[in-house]
């Protein structure tokens, strides 16, 4: 078996970069060449075809390819045409539906091995997530509508959001279309991650998130993989419940957490790779990631559960 493995990611594949978000380009530098390297080192994997900007870093490797634009470059084009042979691996932010934007695009020309359409059109959108988990009676921080909180904080957050970017304290809650408002608890905050395929399910990973907070917005800066084993049962159970009432999910999937009130409560759920993966193997073994790039090749979910080595701390803000 020596398959092909296309992986398109946004902001690296853009014409014309934004030099001035060098964060954000960092961060899915280092999460693509992770995803590549991890699949260079499977057997059954012949080739990776990579589309990336001729100005960012690239790296050496015989089995990857890379292509800059995709509207100009044939070779590219070809590739993804060729729907019964190549199979495609998309990572695209939910902000302003780029991810469902570009998952319908792709679709009509590839096979994408990601969720399907109508599910990310579901997680995407954090108002519609939050519609899902109350109506399955999933654990969630509650989305508010009357400003009736006392001396609570607030935050307000973008429906379509990406990462941290638009969350921000406010005093009230004001009307405001693409806008949503939560209570802000200032409670332990995770996520795990997991793979998922009709409605199953294996956990891999549980983390802690680093977050920094001012007066005027919090946002996530790192994590600590690994730092929320102690509560992997606990975690299992909010896991099961999502894919089995989500059985479009799957592949990688990233949910952020929340622990109020003695239990863990889902924030949201990322339908694609999230920015955990970079540090998983140096936390839980090689295990994790052969059992993912095995699940991308063969789409067969191996219910094992990875053994944690090590906590190893990760941070977002890195050079390229």
Wanted: with cysteine; net charge positive; proline share 3%.
């Amino acid at each position: 078996m020596n398959k092909e493995l296309i992986i398109f990611e946004y902001f690296t594949s853009q014409e014309k970069l934004n030099i001035k978000s060098k964060k954000i380009f960092s961060e899915a530098i280092n999460l693509v060449d992770s995803i590549a390297i991890s699949f260079c080192k499977n057997t059954n994997i012949k080739k990776i075809h990579i589309i990336r900007n001729n100005k960012l870093k690239k790296l050496v490797n015989k089995k990857i390819l890379f292509y800059s634009s995709p509207k100009k470059n044939m070779a590219f084009n070809s590739l993804i045409n060729c729907k019964n042979q190549n199979k495609m691996i998309l990572v695209a932010p939910e902000e302003n539906k780029h991810f469902i934007n570009l998952a319908e695009r792709f679709r009509k020309k590839i096979s994408l091995l990601n969720s399907d359409n109508e599910t990310i059109k579901i997680v995407s959108s954090k108002i519609k997530t939050y519609g899902f988990l109350k109506k399955n009676r999933i654990p969630c921080i509650p989305i508010e509508e009357t400003n009736n909180l006392g001396a609570s904080k607030l935050l307000s957050k973008p429906e379509y959001g990406c990462g941290s970017n638009g969350i921000k304290f406010v005093n009230e809650i004001k009307k405001n279309s693409g806008v949503f408002f939560q209570k802000f608890y200032p409670d332990e905050k995770g996520s795990f991650t997991m793979l998922c395929k009709n409605g199953e399910c294996v956990v891999l990973s549980c983390n802690k998130q680093i977050v920094k907070e001012n007066m005027k917005s919090i946002r996530q800066v790192g994590l600590i993989l690994g730092g929320l084993e102690k509560h992997r049962k606990e975690i299992k159970v909010l896991a099961n419940l999502i894919s089995k009432k989500l059985p479009g999910l799957f592949g990688f999937i990233g949910v952020d957490i929340i622990r109020h009130q003695k239990s863990w409560r889902v924030l949201e759920i990322n339908p694609r790779f999230t920015s955990a993966y970079v540090g998983m193997e140096m936390a839980y073994g090689n295990d994790i990631k052969k059992i993912t790039t095995n699940f991308y090749i063969k789409e067969d979910l191996i219910k094992k559960t990875p053994n944690l080595l090590k906590e190893k701390i990760i941070y977002f803000d890195q050079k390229f």
